[in-house]
């Protein structure tokens, strides 16, 4: 895909963007293990498909814990951080 072409119409111009979505699986809790394999396949994204912008699930860094209260989940980003 050609990324500088501009489509749209006369004086509403836009440019061509690329995106990916990446979905992982991921070790509840795990932030480092977590955060490691959101890099490898950000890298992995960037180097076959050239995107402008990667998108990852809003909980991929602690997985879903609906159960987890703030304080444990306070505690969990204080010790990874």
Same mark, same amino acid.
């Given at each position: 895909?050609?990324?500088?072409?501009?489509?749209?119409?006369?004086?509403?111009?836009?440019?061509?963007?690329?995106?990916?979505?990446?979905?992982?699986?991921?070790?509840?809790?795990?932030?480092?293990?977590? /955060?490691?394999?959101?890099?490898?396949?950000?890298?992995?994204?960037?180097?076959?498909?050239?995107?402008?912008?990667?998108?990852?699930?809003? /909980?991929?860094? /602690?997985?879903?814990?609906?159960?987890?209260?703030?304080?444990?989940?306070?505690?969990?980003?204080?010790?990874?951080?």
């Amino acid at each position: 895909m050609k990324k500088d072409k501009v489509v749209g119409k006369p004086g509403c111009a836009m440019k061509r963007v690329g995106i990916c979505g990446v979905q992982v699986s991921v070790e509840p809790n795990n932030i480092k293990k977590n /955060t490691e394999k959101c890099i490898s396949w950000a890298e992995k994204a960037f180097s076959r498909y050239y995107p402008d912008i990667i998108v990852f699930p809003e /909980t991929v860094s /602690t997985g879903f814990n609906p159960g987890m209260n703030v304080r444990k989940l306070h505690a969990l980003v204080s010790k990874n951080m």
